[in-house]
């Protein structure tokens, strides 16, 4: 457990339910040519995904930026959902479908036909893989399983409008923000847009990258910071009494005029505060003073990263 724990009277049984997720759409590719179209796109390895596996993957433009974060999975040999932020689906689905040409995919936006829901606890089907990226369909339902947060196991459920929801209490939505912030595995949105290379919010370190496979744009920025020893930048989890707004610049007490970071996500903590992922300066994780918004604004708490970060070369 990290530092700012839940309060020792906190109900712990309310981490345990289901709850809507709007903010998240559904992106559908279709046809023969799917996976290998979205293989040569994103930075994960979708010509060899099986029907049990889901894919963490990033869409980047020529420099390495990401303007999407996405969740890919097989409902078919030749049908792939992704799962993407509901603020960027439409750009994102235009700026994919500019790549199409001759292949033999069709993309469309499907968030109208397919609930998203997250479930945390106990409530996942038995037959959904427990190892984080894991993929099951059961009873029309496709289920994508999650790194676990504070000990809780997390899942999401994509809902076809012929098929029923999750059972199980209702999960309020702040505490399922709340999770996804201390998993600090956390998508890219508008605010944020094409700020980061993927390293520089841990994807290379949680499932995100595949740096094995062939290129897609932004492919050799992303492999020159990984094997150049060129990253500087990483995302941290973050401690704060007052309340970050995604995109949101930090500071570190060594530079009263330039920001070290950036806030990627943010949650209210379920006993005091709010917790938050910033990506910033790799110097700036030296135990000197962090702020939010300006040098002279309320203290960030660097808090334990809840998985190991991979090295660069």
């Known amino acids: 457990m990290s530092e700012f724990p839940i309060a020792a009277d906190f109900d712990a049984s309310v981490l ?78 235009r700026r994919l479908s500019m790549f199409v040409l001759r292949s033999k995919v069709k993309l469309s936006d499907a968030s109208a036909d397919i609930a998203v829901y997250g479930v945390a606890g106990d409530l996942a089907p038995s037959e959904l893989p427990a190892a984080a990226w894991g993929h099951a369909a059961v009873d029309g339902v496709e289920w994508v399983r999650l790194p676990a947060a504070e000990g809780v196991s997390r899942a999401v459920a994509c809902v076809p409008d012929n098929a029923s929801a999750p059972s199980g209490p209702t999960l309020d939505s702040a505490l399922w923000q709340w999770l996804e912030v201390r998993s600090a595995v956390v998508p890219v949105t508008q605010p944020v847009y094409e700020a980061f290379v993927p390293q520089m919010l841990n994807y290379e370190s949680v499932g995100g990258v595949n740096f094995k496979k062939g290129c897609y744009p932004g492919q050799e920025v992303v492999a020159r910071s990984q094997f ?15 309340a970050p707004a995604t995109g949101q610049d930090v500071f570190h007490a060594a530079d009263a005029e330039q920001p070290c970071g950036t806030v990627v996500a943010a949650a209210p903590h379920p006993a005091h505060g709010w917790d938050a992922v910033v990506s910033m300066q790799t110097s700036a994780a030296d135990g000197q003073r962090l702020t939010l918004g300006m040098a002279s604004g309320p203290l960030l708490t660097l808090l334990p990263l809840p998985y190991p970060l991979l090295d660069d070369i």
């Open 16 to 93: 345990r339910g289901v709850c809507r997720l709007p903010h998240c759409g559904v992106i559908r590719a279709a046809g023969e040519d799917a996976a290998k179209f979205l293989h040569s796109q994103l930075t994960q390895d979708f010509a060899l995904l099986g029907l049990s596996e889901a894919r963490l993957a990033a869409f980047c433009n020529a420099k390495g930026r990401m303007q999407a974060s996405l969740i890919g999975f097989k409902r078919s040999h030749d049908e792939i959902w992704l799962l993407c932020p509901a603020d960027l689906l439409s750009q994102t689905l």
């Open 228 to 242: 150049r020893g060129t990253l500087k930048r990483r995302a941290y989890l973050v401690h704060a009494d007052e």
